[in-house]
């Protein structure tokens, strides 16, 4: 299975941008590069997905290096609410189902 | 819309009890899934059902574990001789379509078992 690569933990301060980035150096060509984000006593939540193409939608945006072998989430104006562990995770081969890693804990500062 | 449910959110067993955990997918989806999320771990991969057939249950960490959807919504989880590392959040989603890589999935908030 295809392994990805993310910080533990990050900080941010509350409506600056944050940039969580994720490493897949192993990342097959069809593998698509998948984005949750789980909330403190909350099941995962889907947050956005790409291919090669950045992807932009109402939660946040998907920048995919040229290499496909980064990425990096981002999230235009961090809010409180917005504290969670963000899941990086490589999906193609996995017969549907999600492998998670451990993630980056996000905290955001008021 | 109503999203996925499950029940009980919390349950504590004697070790060796058993245990039977619900989930109630969002309508019409035809996937399901149960995760395991031990305490500060991301969520692993138990089992999958495609509609009521169970096509991958190779996460299934001893044969104690024993998942059903027999009309192809409502799913119980069942853990038998439950002991103390059976102790983590089971987790189920629901998607629209059967083992799509694009599939969105929808998850419930958990039910916390805690083995004594």
């Known amino acids: 299975d295809a392994k990805t690569t993310q910080p533990n933990s990050m900080e941010s301060n509350e409506e600056e941008p944050v940039h969580l980035p994720c490493n897949h150096s192993?990342?097959?060509?069809?593998?698509?590069i998948h984005w949750y984000r789980q909330l403190p006593s909350q099941g995962p939540e889907y947050v956005i997905h790409?291919?090669?193409s950045n992807v932009n939608n109402r939660m946040a945006s998907l920048a995919i290096a040229e290499d496909r072998k980064s990425s990096t989430l981002i999230l235009h104006r961090a809010t409180l609410r917005d504290a969670a562990v963000y899941y990086c995770?490589?999906?193609?081969?996995?017969?549907?189902?999600?492998?998670f890693g451990q993630g980056t804990e996000l905290s955001v500062k008021p | 819309g109503a999203g996925v449910s499950q029940s009980p959110r919390y349950k504590v067993a004697k070790r060796g009890q058993d245990v039977a955990l619900r989930c109630d997918p969002i309508?019409?989806?035809?996937?399901l899934f149960w995760y395991q999320q031990a305490l500060g771990q991301g969520p692993e991969f138990l089992t999958y059902?495609?509609?009521?057939?169970?096509?991958?249950k190779s996460g299934l960490p001893s044969d104690r574990f024993f998942a059903e959807r027999p009309e192809g919504s409502v799913s119980t989880l069942k853990i038998q001789r439950t002991q103390q590392e059976d102790s983590a959040v089971y987790l189920c989603?629901?998607?629209?379509?059967?083992?799509?890589?694009?599939?969105?999935?929808?998850f419930g908030p958990g039910t916390r078992l805690t083995v004594l």
């Open positions: 995770i490589l999906n193609y081969n996995q017969g549907g189902k999600l492998i």
């Open positions: 059902f495609q509609n009521e057939a169970q096509l991958d």
């Open positions: 309508s019409g989806h035809v996937s």
């Open positions: 989603a629901s998607s629209p379509r059967p083992r799509d890589p694009l599939n969105e999935q929808f």
């Open positions: 192993t990342i097959s060509g069809t593998d698509y």
């Open positions: 790409g291919l090669t």
